[in-house]
């Protein structure tokens, strides 16, 4: 299959600081990929990157076959870009800066005009669209720029953190939004620090952290990883912090138990077989009060959590 990303230890530093370290990425066309890490992982850097923004320090990439170095101009016709931080002219309408945008790709009036409705009533946007951008909200404005980045109808897009700063309900109309898109033969890399997110879109995803790929593969496989079984959370009283270390090696030697860490202020993290009927065991384990016990399935979370030692959000 043809590749739309492909990138060869792709690398950027600023001063001393290496932001993104060497990366290689093969990613098909058609497909949804994710780019989840926390924050400063690298994520918007390579984007700017591999959208002509920003060149490498060393490293190559291709673009739908084009040479990020030597065709840039070629990569930017066939490419879609929302930036994380959203971009738009205030005192525009919402579908004035979409038609000025499909203006500025060339695209034809007629064209242009019916795609804009057509876009604007699939983000819920038709009754405000005339509207200035200004009286929007952040979800409305983010909502727009999602728009602008599509509107050409680009063989590639890249979504930087799409749903940042959105309610649920909207944040399910823009995940549906760029779904639709992938049945369209698009092929979209998008960035995102919502485990939720990257599990609920991506076909495939990379975690990335300190510029490094940690961890690459479809969303279930990455939580195979981990093992079947629950993820059992809980808190100690502020007295039996000091005793966690103590608690995780009781824990470990529990033969059902894969693996036990501590997690933000007096919280204990654990994976295991079959926890729920086996809790009386580690409440033994355990000895001192559980506060807060929480048990669920893996999620990406927990993969990076084990990868890492933090979570997404710390
Ligand atoms: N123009 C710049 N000059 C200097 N350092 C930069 C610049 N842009 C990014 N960085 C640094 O590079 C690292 C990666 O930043 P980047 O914005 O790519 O992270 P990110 O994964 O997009 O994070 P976030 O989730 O917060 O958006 C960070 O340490 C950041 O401070
Ligand atoms: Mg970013």
């Known amino acids: ?55 490498p320090t060393s490293g190559n990439a291709f673009i739908l076959g084009y040479d990020l170095e030597k065709e840039a101009k070629e990569i930017k016709k066939h490419i879609g870009v929302c930036p994380q931080e959203i971009v738009l002219y205030e005192r525009l309408t919402a579908r004035e800066n979409i038609h000025l945008i499909a203006q500025m790709h060339g695209m034809n009036k007629k064209d242009y005009k019916e795609r804009t409705e057509e876009l604007l009533e699939k983000m819920n946007l038709l009754e405000r669209a005339d509207d200035l951008v200004k009286k929007y909200s952040g979800g409305m404005k983010r909502r727009v720029n999602v728009l602008m980045a599509v509107i050409h109808e680009p063989d590639v897009i890249f979504f930087d953190e799409p749903s940042a700063g959105l309610d649920p309900q909207s944040r399910r109309v823009v995940w549906d939004f760029i779904k639709d898109f992938q049945k369209k033969n698009c092929t979209i890399l998008l960035t995102t620090h919502n485990m939720e997110e990257a599990d609920d879109l991506c076909d495939e995803l990379v975690i990335i952290d300190y510029g490094k790929i940690i961890a690459h593969g479809r969303p279930n496989e990455l939580k195979q990883r981990l093992g079947e079984g629950d993820v059992i959370e809980f808190k100690v009283e502020e007295k039996n912090r000091p005793k966690r270390d103590e608690i995780i090696s009781r824990l470990k030697q529990l033969d059902f138990i894969k693996w036990a860490k501590k997690v933000g202020k007096g919280r204990i993290i ?20 559980m506060l807060d016990i929480s048990i669920r399935k893996n999620t990406l979370e927990d993969v990076f959590l084990d990868l890492t030692g933090r979570r997404l959000r710390d």
């Open 1 to 55: 299959m043809e590749l739309a990303i492909e990138t060869n230890r792709l690398k950027k530093k600023f001063g001393n600081l290496v932001a993104v370290d060497e990366i290689d990425l093969e990613i098909p066309q058609g497909k949804l990929f994710g780019f989840l890490g926390p924050n400063g992982a690298g994520k918007t850097t390579t984007i700017s990157m591999l959208s002509t923004i920003l060149p």
């Open 270 to 289: 654990l994976n295991g077989l079959d926890c729920l009927r086996r809790i009386s065991e580690i409440m033994d384990a355990v000895q001192v009060k």
